[in-house]
């Protein structure tokens, strides 16, 4: 962004209306200092804003202000308890334990009920979400896994499963808690269905499970002593580094 475009958000006259496109496309080109600046202005003209709200606490996020993100996620439920499950979301990061059990299960619980009302000709839209769901209860299967809380890890388990039988993520963190309860055989079944979804894709894929999952991946097999699967994994990461 030039120095005139800076000096224009002190001197232009904008609506909140204008300024939210102007701060999500900073935060494509990864502009965060400036989107803030801007996202700033626009909740000193609208305090109550959700969109505003969850905005800057996303930009906060990506420069690590998180207190100030919690605030203004914290203010955007505050707002709007009922409606719009992203601020669960994010809250559920930036907590821990119990806290961010608690705000995933409400994000969850939102999307949801968002799920049951696509129509049946949304598919993508089903799709999309039912990957969001089954992500969060991901996460919420790592909390309780470190808890050793295995009773609510394999619930979880069997509600991701049944909302996205095609998640790469859930197969491997079932491998986790098989591993964890010393069932290997179960585990590396788990893995090799994990693998099996999404080995053959296309680089770039967006059903291809993120670089620190796959980091991940390749433990859990070495782990499991599938020397093989783990070295495919690790040359398909090679290769992504290398471009």
Same mark, same amino acid.
């Given at each position: %962004?030039?120095?005139?475009? !800076? ?11 204008? /300024?939210?496109? *102007? &701060? $999500? ?85 939102? %999307?949801?009920?968002?799920? !049951? ?11 999309? /979400?039912?990957? *969001? &769901? $089954? ?109």
């Amino acid at each position: %962004m030039s120095a005139t475009d !800076k000096n224009n958000l002190k001197t232009v006259s904008y609506t909140v209306s204008d /300024l939210l496109p *102007k &701060i $999500s496309s900073l935060i494509d080109t990864c502009d965060y200092q400036l989107a803030l600046q801007f996202a700033k202005r626009a909740l000193s003209m609208e305090s109550n804003n959700i969109m505003v709200l969850e905005i800057l606490g996303m930009v906060e996020i990506e420069l690590g202000m998180y207190d100030d993100a919690k605030e203004h996620f914290l203010k955007a439920i505050s707002i709007s308890p009922n409606q719009g499950y992203s601020k669960y979301m994010y809250m559920g990061q930036l907590c821990e334990g119990l806290e961010a059990i608690k705000n995933f299960q409400c994000g969850v619980n939102l %999307m949801i009920d968002e799920h !049951k009302s696509i129509t049946s000709s949304s598919q993508d839209s089903q799709e999309s /979400l039912s990957r *969001k &769901i $089954s992500t969060a209860l991901c996460s919420m299967i790592e909390i309780y896994l470190t808890d050793y809380a295995e009773s609510k890890c394999e619930e979880y388990l069997n509600q991701a499963l049944e909302i996205d039988p095609i998640n790469p993520e859930v197969y491997q963190l079932l491998a986790s808690v098989r591993l964890s309860q010393q069932r290997n055989e179960e585990a590396k079944i788990a893995l090799e269905k994990s693998l099996s979804l999404w080995i053959n894709l296309e680089p770039g894929d967006p059903l291809i499970p993120s670089y620190d999952i796959r980091i991940s991946l390749v433990k859990l097999l070495l782990e499991l002593s599938q020397y093989t699967q783990a070295l495919s994994v690790l040359e398909i990461l090679q290769k992504e580094n290398d471009q």
